[in-house]
């Protein structure tokens, strides 16, 4: 939507405001060009020459556009782990997947929210709804769908993927509720029945009548890893499907990024420092470069928390180092994080 023009008493002038029309002194001589973004010592200088309005871009509509877009959003996603809780909850008690009701719920992932405007933020601001394992299924479909698109994967694959993602941990539906809800850490005979969970999964599709290959391997091997070092069948690189490896970063990086019993969640540079670590030997590095490449522009204009309890906005992300982007205080400083190894961003609050 075009932005408007709005006149602003110069008392009410704000900095961040955005400048409509040159400002154009008596004598006809641009002070200062359209366009510009006013700052607190700029709207001083325009006091001192004697201005008592000036034209603002309006982007009052602009905002509410952003506004409801982002509701909208919050509207389905709730209303999407909602039915997942349904249906899931389903099959531990009735031992039924109803398979045409989850198709459906993944059709509706594919069409609102992997293609919304910056999905990745969005689900970020949706960490503090409860049901952890529902939102879990459709936070790693939707990943999976946007990072399958980026990786070029065609539509009718990308279906399948996106509702192999949803159905990716179904196989927890068959874990006793004490050991999956446990508060803290599992011990290694409760963490080996919760490993069964990918091969229990496999059978109860296969029994509920699935009979797509990407959906089942997607859903059999998201916790296999390239070297060998996964579960359950130690499955080694070309050995694991596309649709096994796109959701298993899917998975970590969604797993890493929210709040659990245990452990609190770390921001998506620390997730990425993991990707880049482990794209070499347990991960697709093809698919992590790519992914890699595609995040770093979620991430410029976020607001972060550094761990010197400064605030600043992300304002630039070399590829090479995406974990360490240069950010600008609100003091005005710009810091380099990649020079400056000591400060770490430690949230993202915006
Ligand atoms: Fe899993």
Known sequence: MPSEVRKVIIDDVRPGMILANDLVSSRGIVMLSEGTVLAEHTIERIKCWGFSHLDIVDDTNEVSCRCTAKLDFIDKYTSLVDKVKEAFQGARYCKRIPLDQLEYLADQVTGSLVSARGVINSLHILRLVDDYTFQHSVNVATLSGLFGRWLGISEPELKKLVFAGLLHDIGKTQIPLAILNKPGRLTDSEMDIMKGHALQGFEILKKSGLDSNIILEGVFAHHE??????????????????????????DIYDAMTSDRVYRRSVTPFAVIETLCNEMFNKLDPTMCTVILN????????????????????????????????????????????????EVTIVEIIN
């Not at 600008?328 to 400083?333: A, I, L, S, V």
């Open 294 to 341: 595609y995040l770093q522009d979620f991430f410029i204009g976020n607001i972060v928390l550094l761990n010197d309890g400064r605030q600043a906005e992300v304002i630039y992300v070399d590829k090479t180092r995406e974990s360490r982007p240069v950010v600008k205080t609100t003091e005005g400083d710009y810091l380099d994080l990649e020079q400056n190894r």
């Open 225 to 250: 890893r390239l070297d060998g070092s996964g579960y359950p069948r130690a499955l080694k690189g070309s050995h694991i499907s596309q649709a096994a490896k796109i959701i298993a970063i899917a």
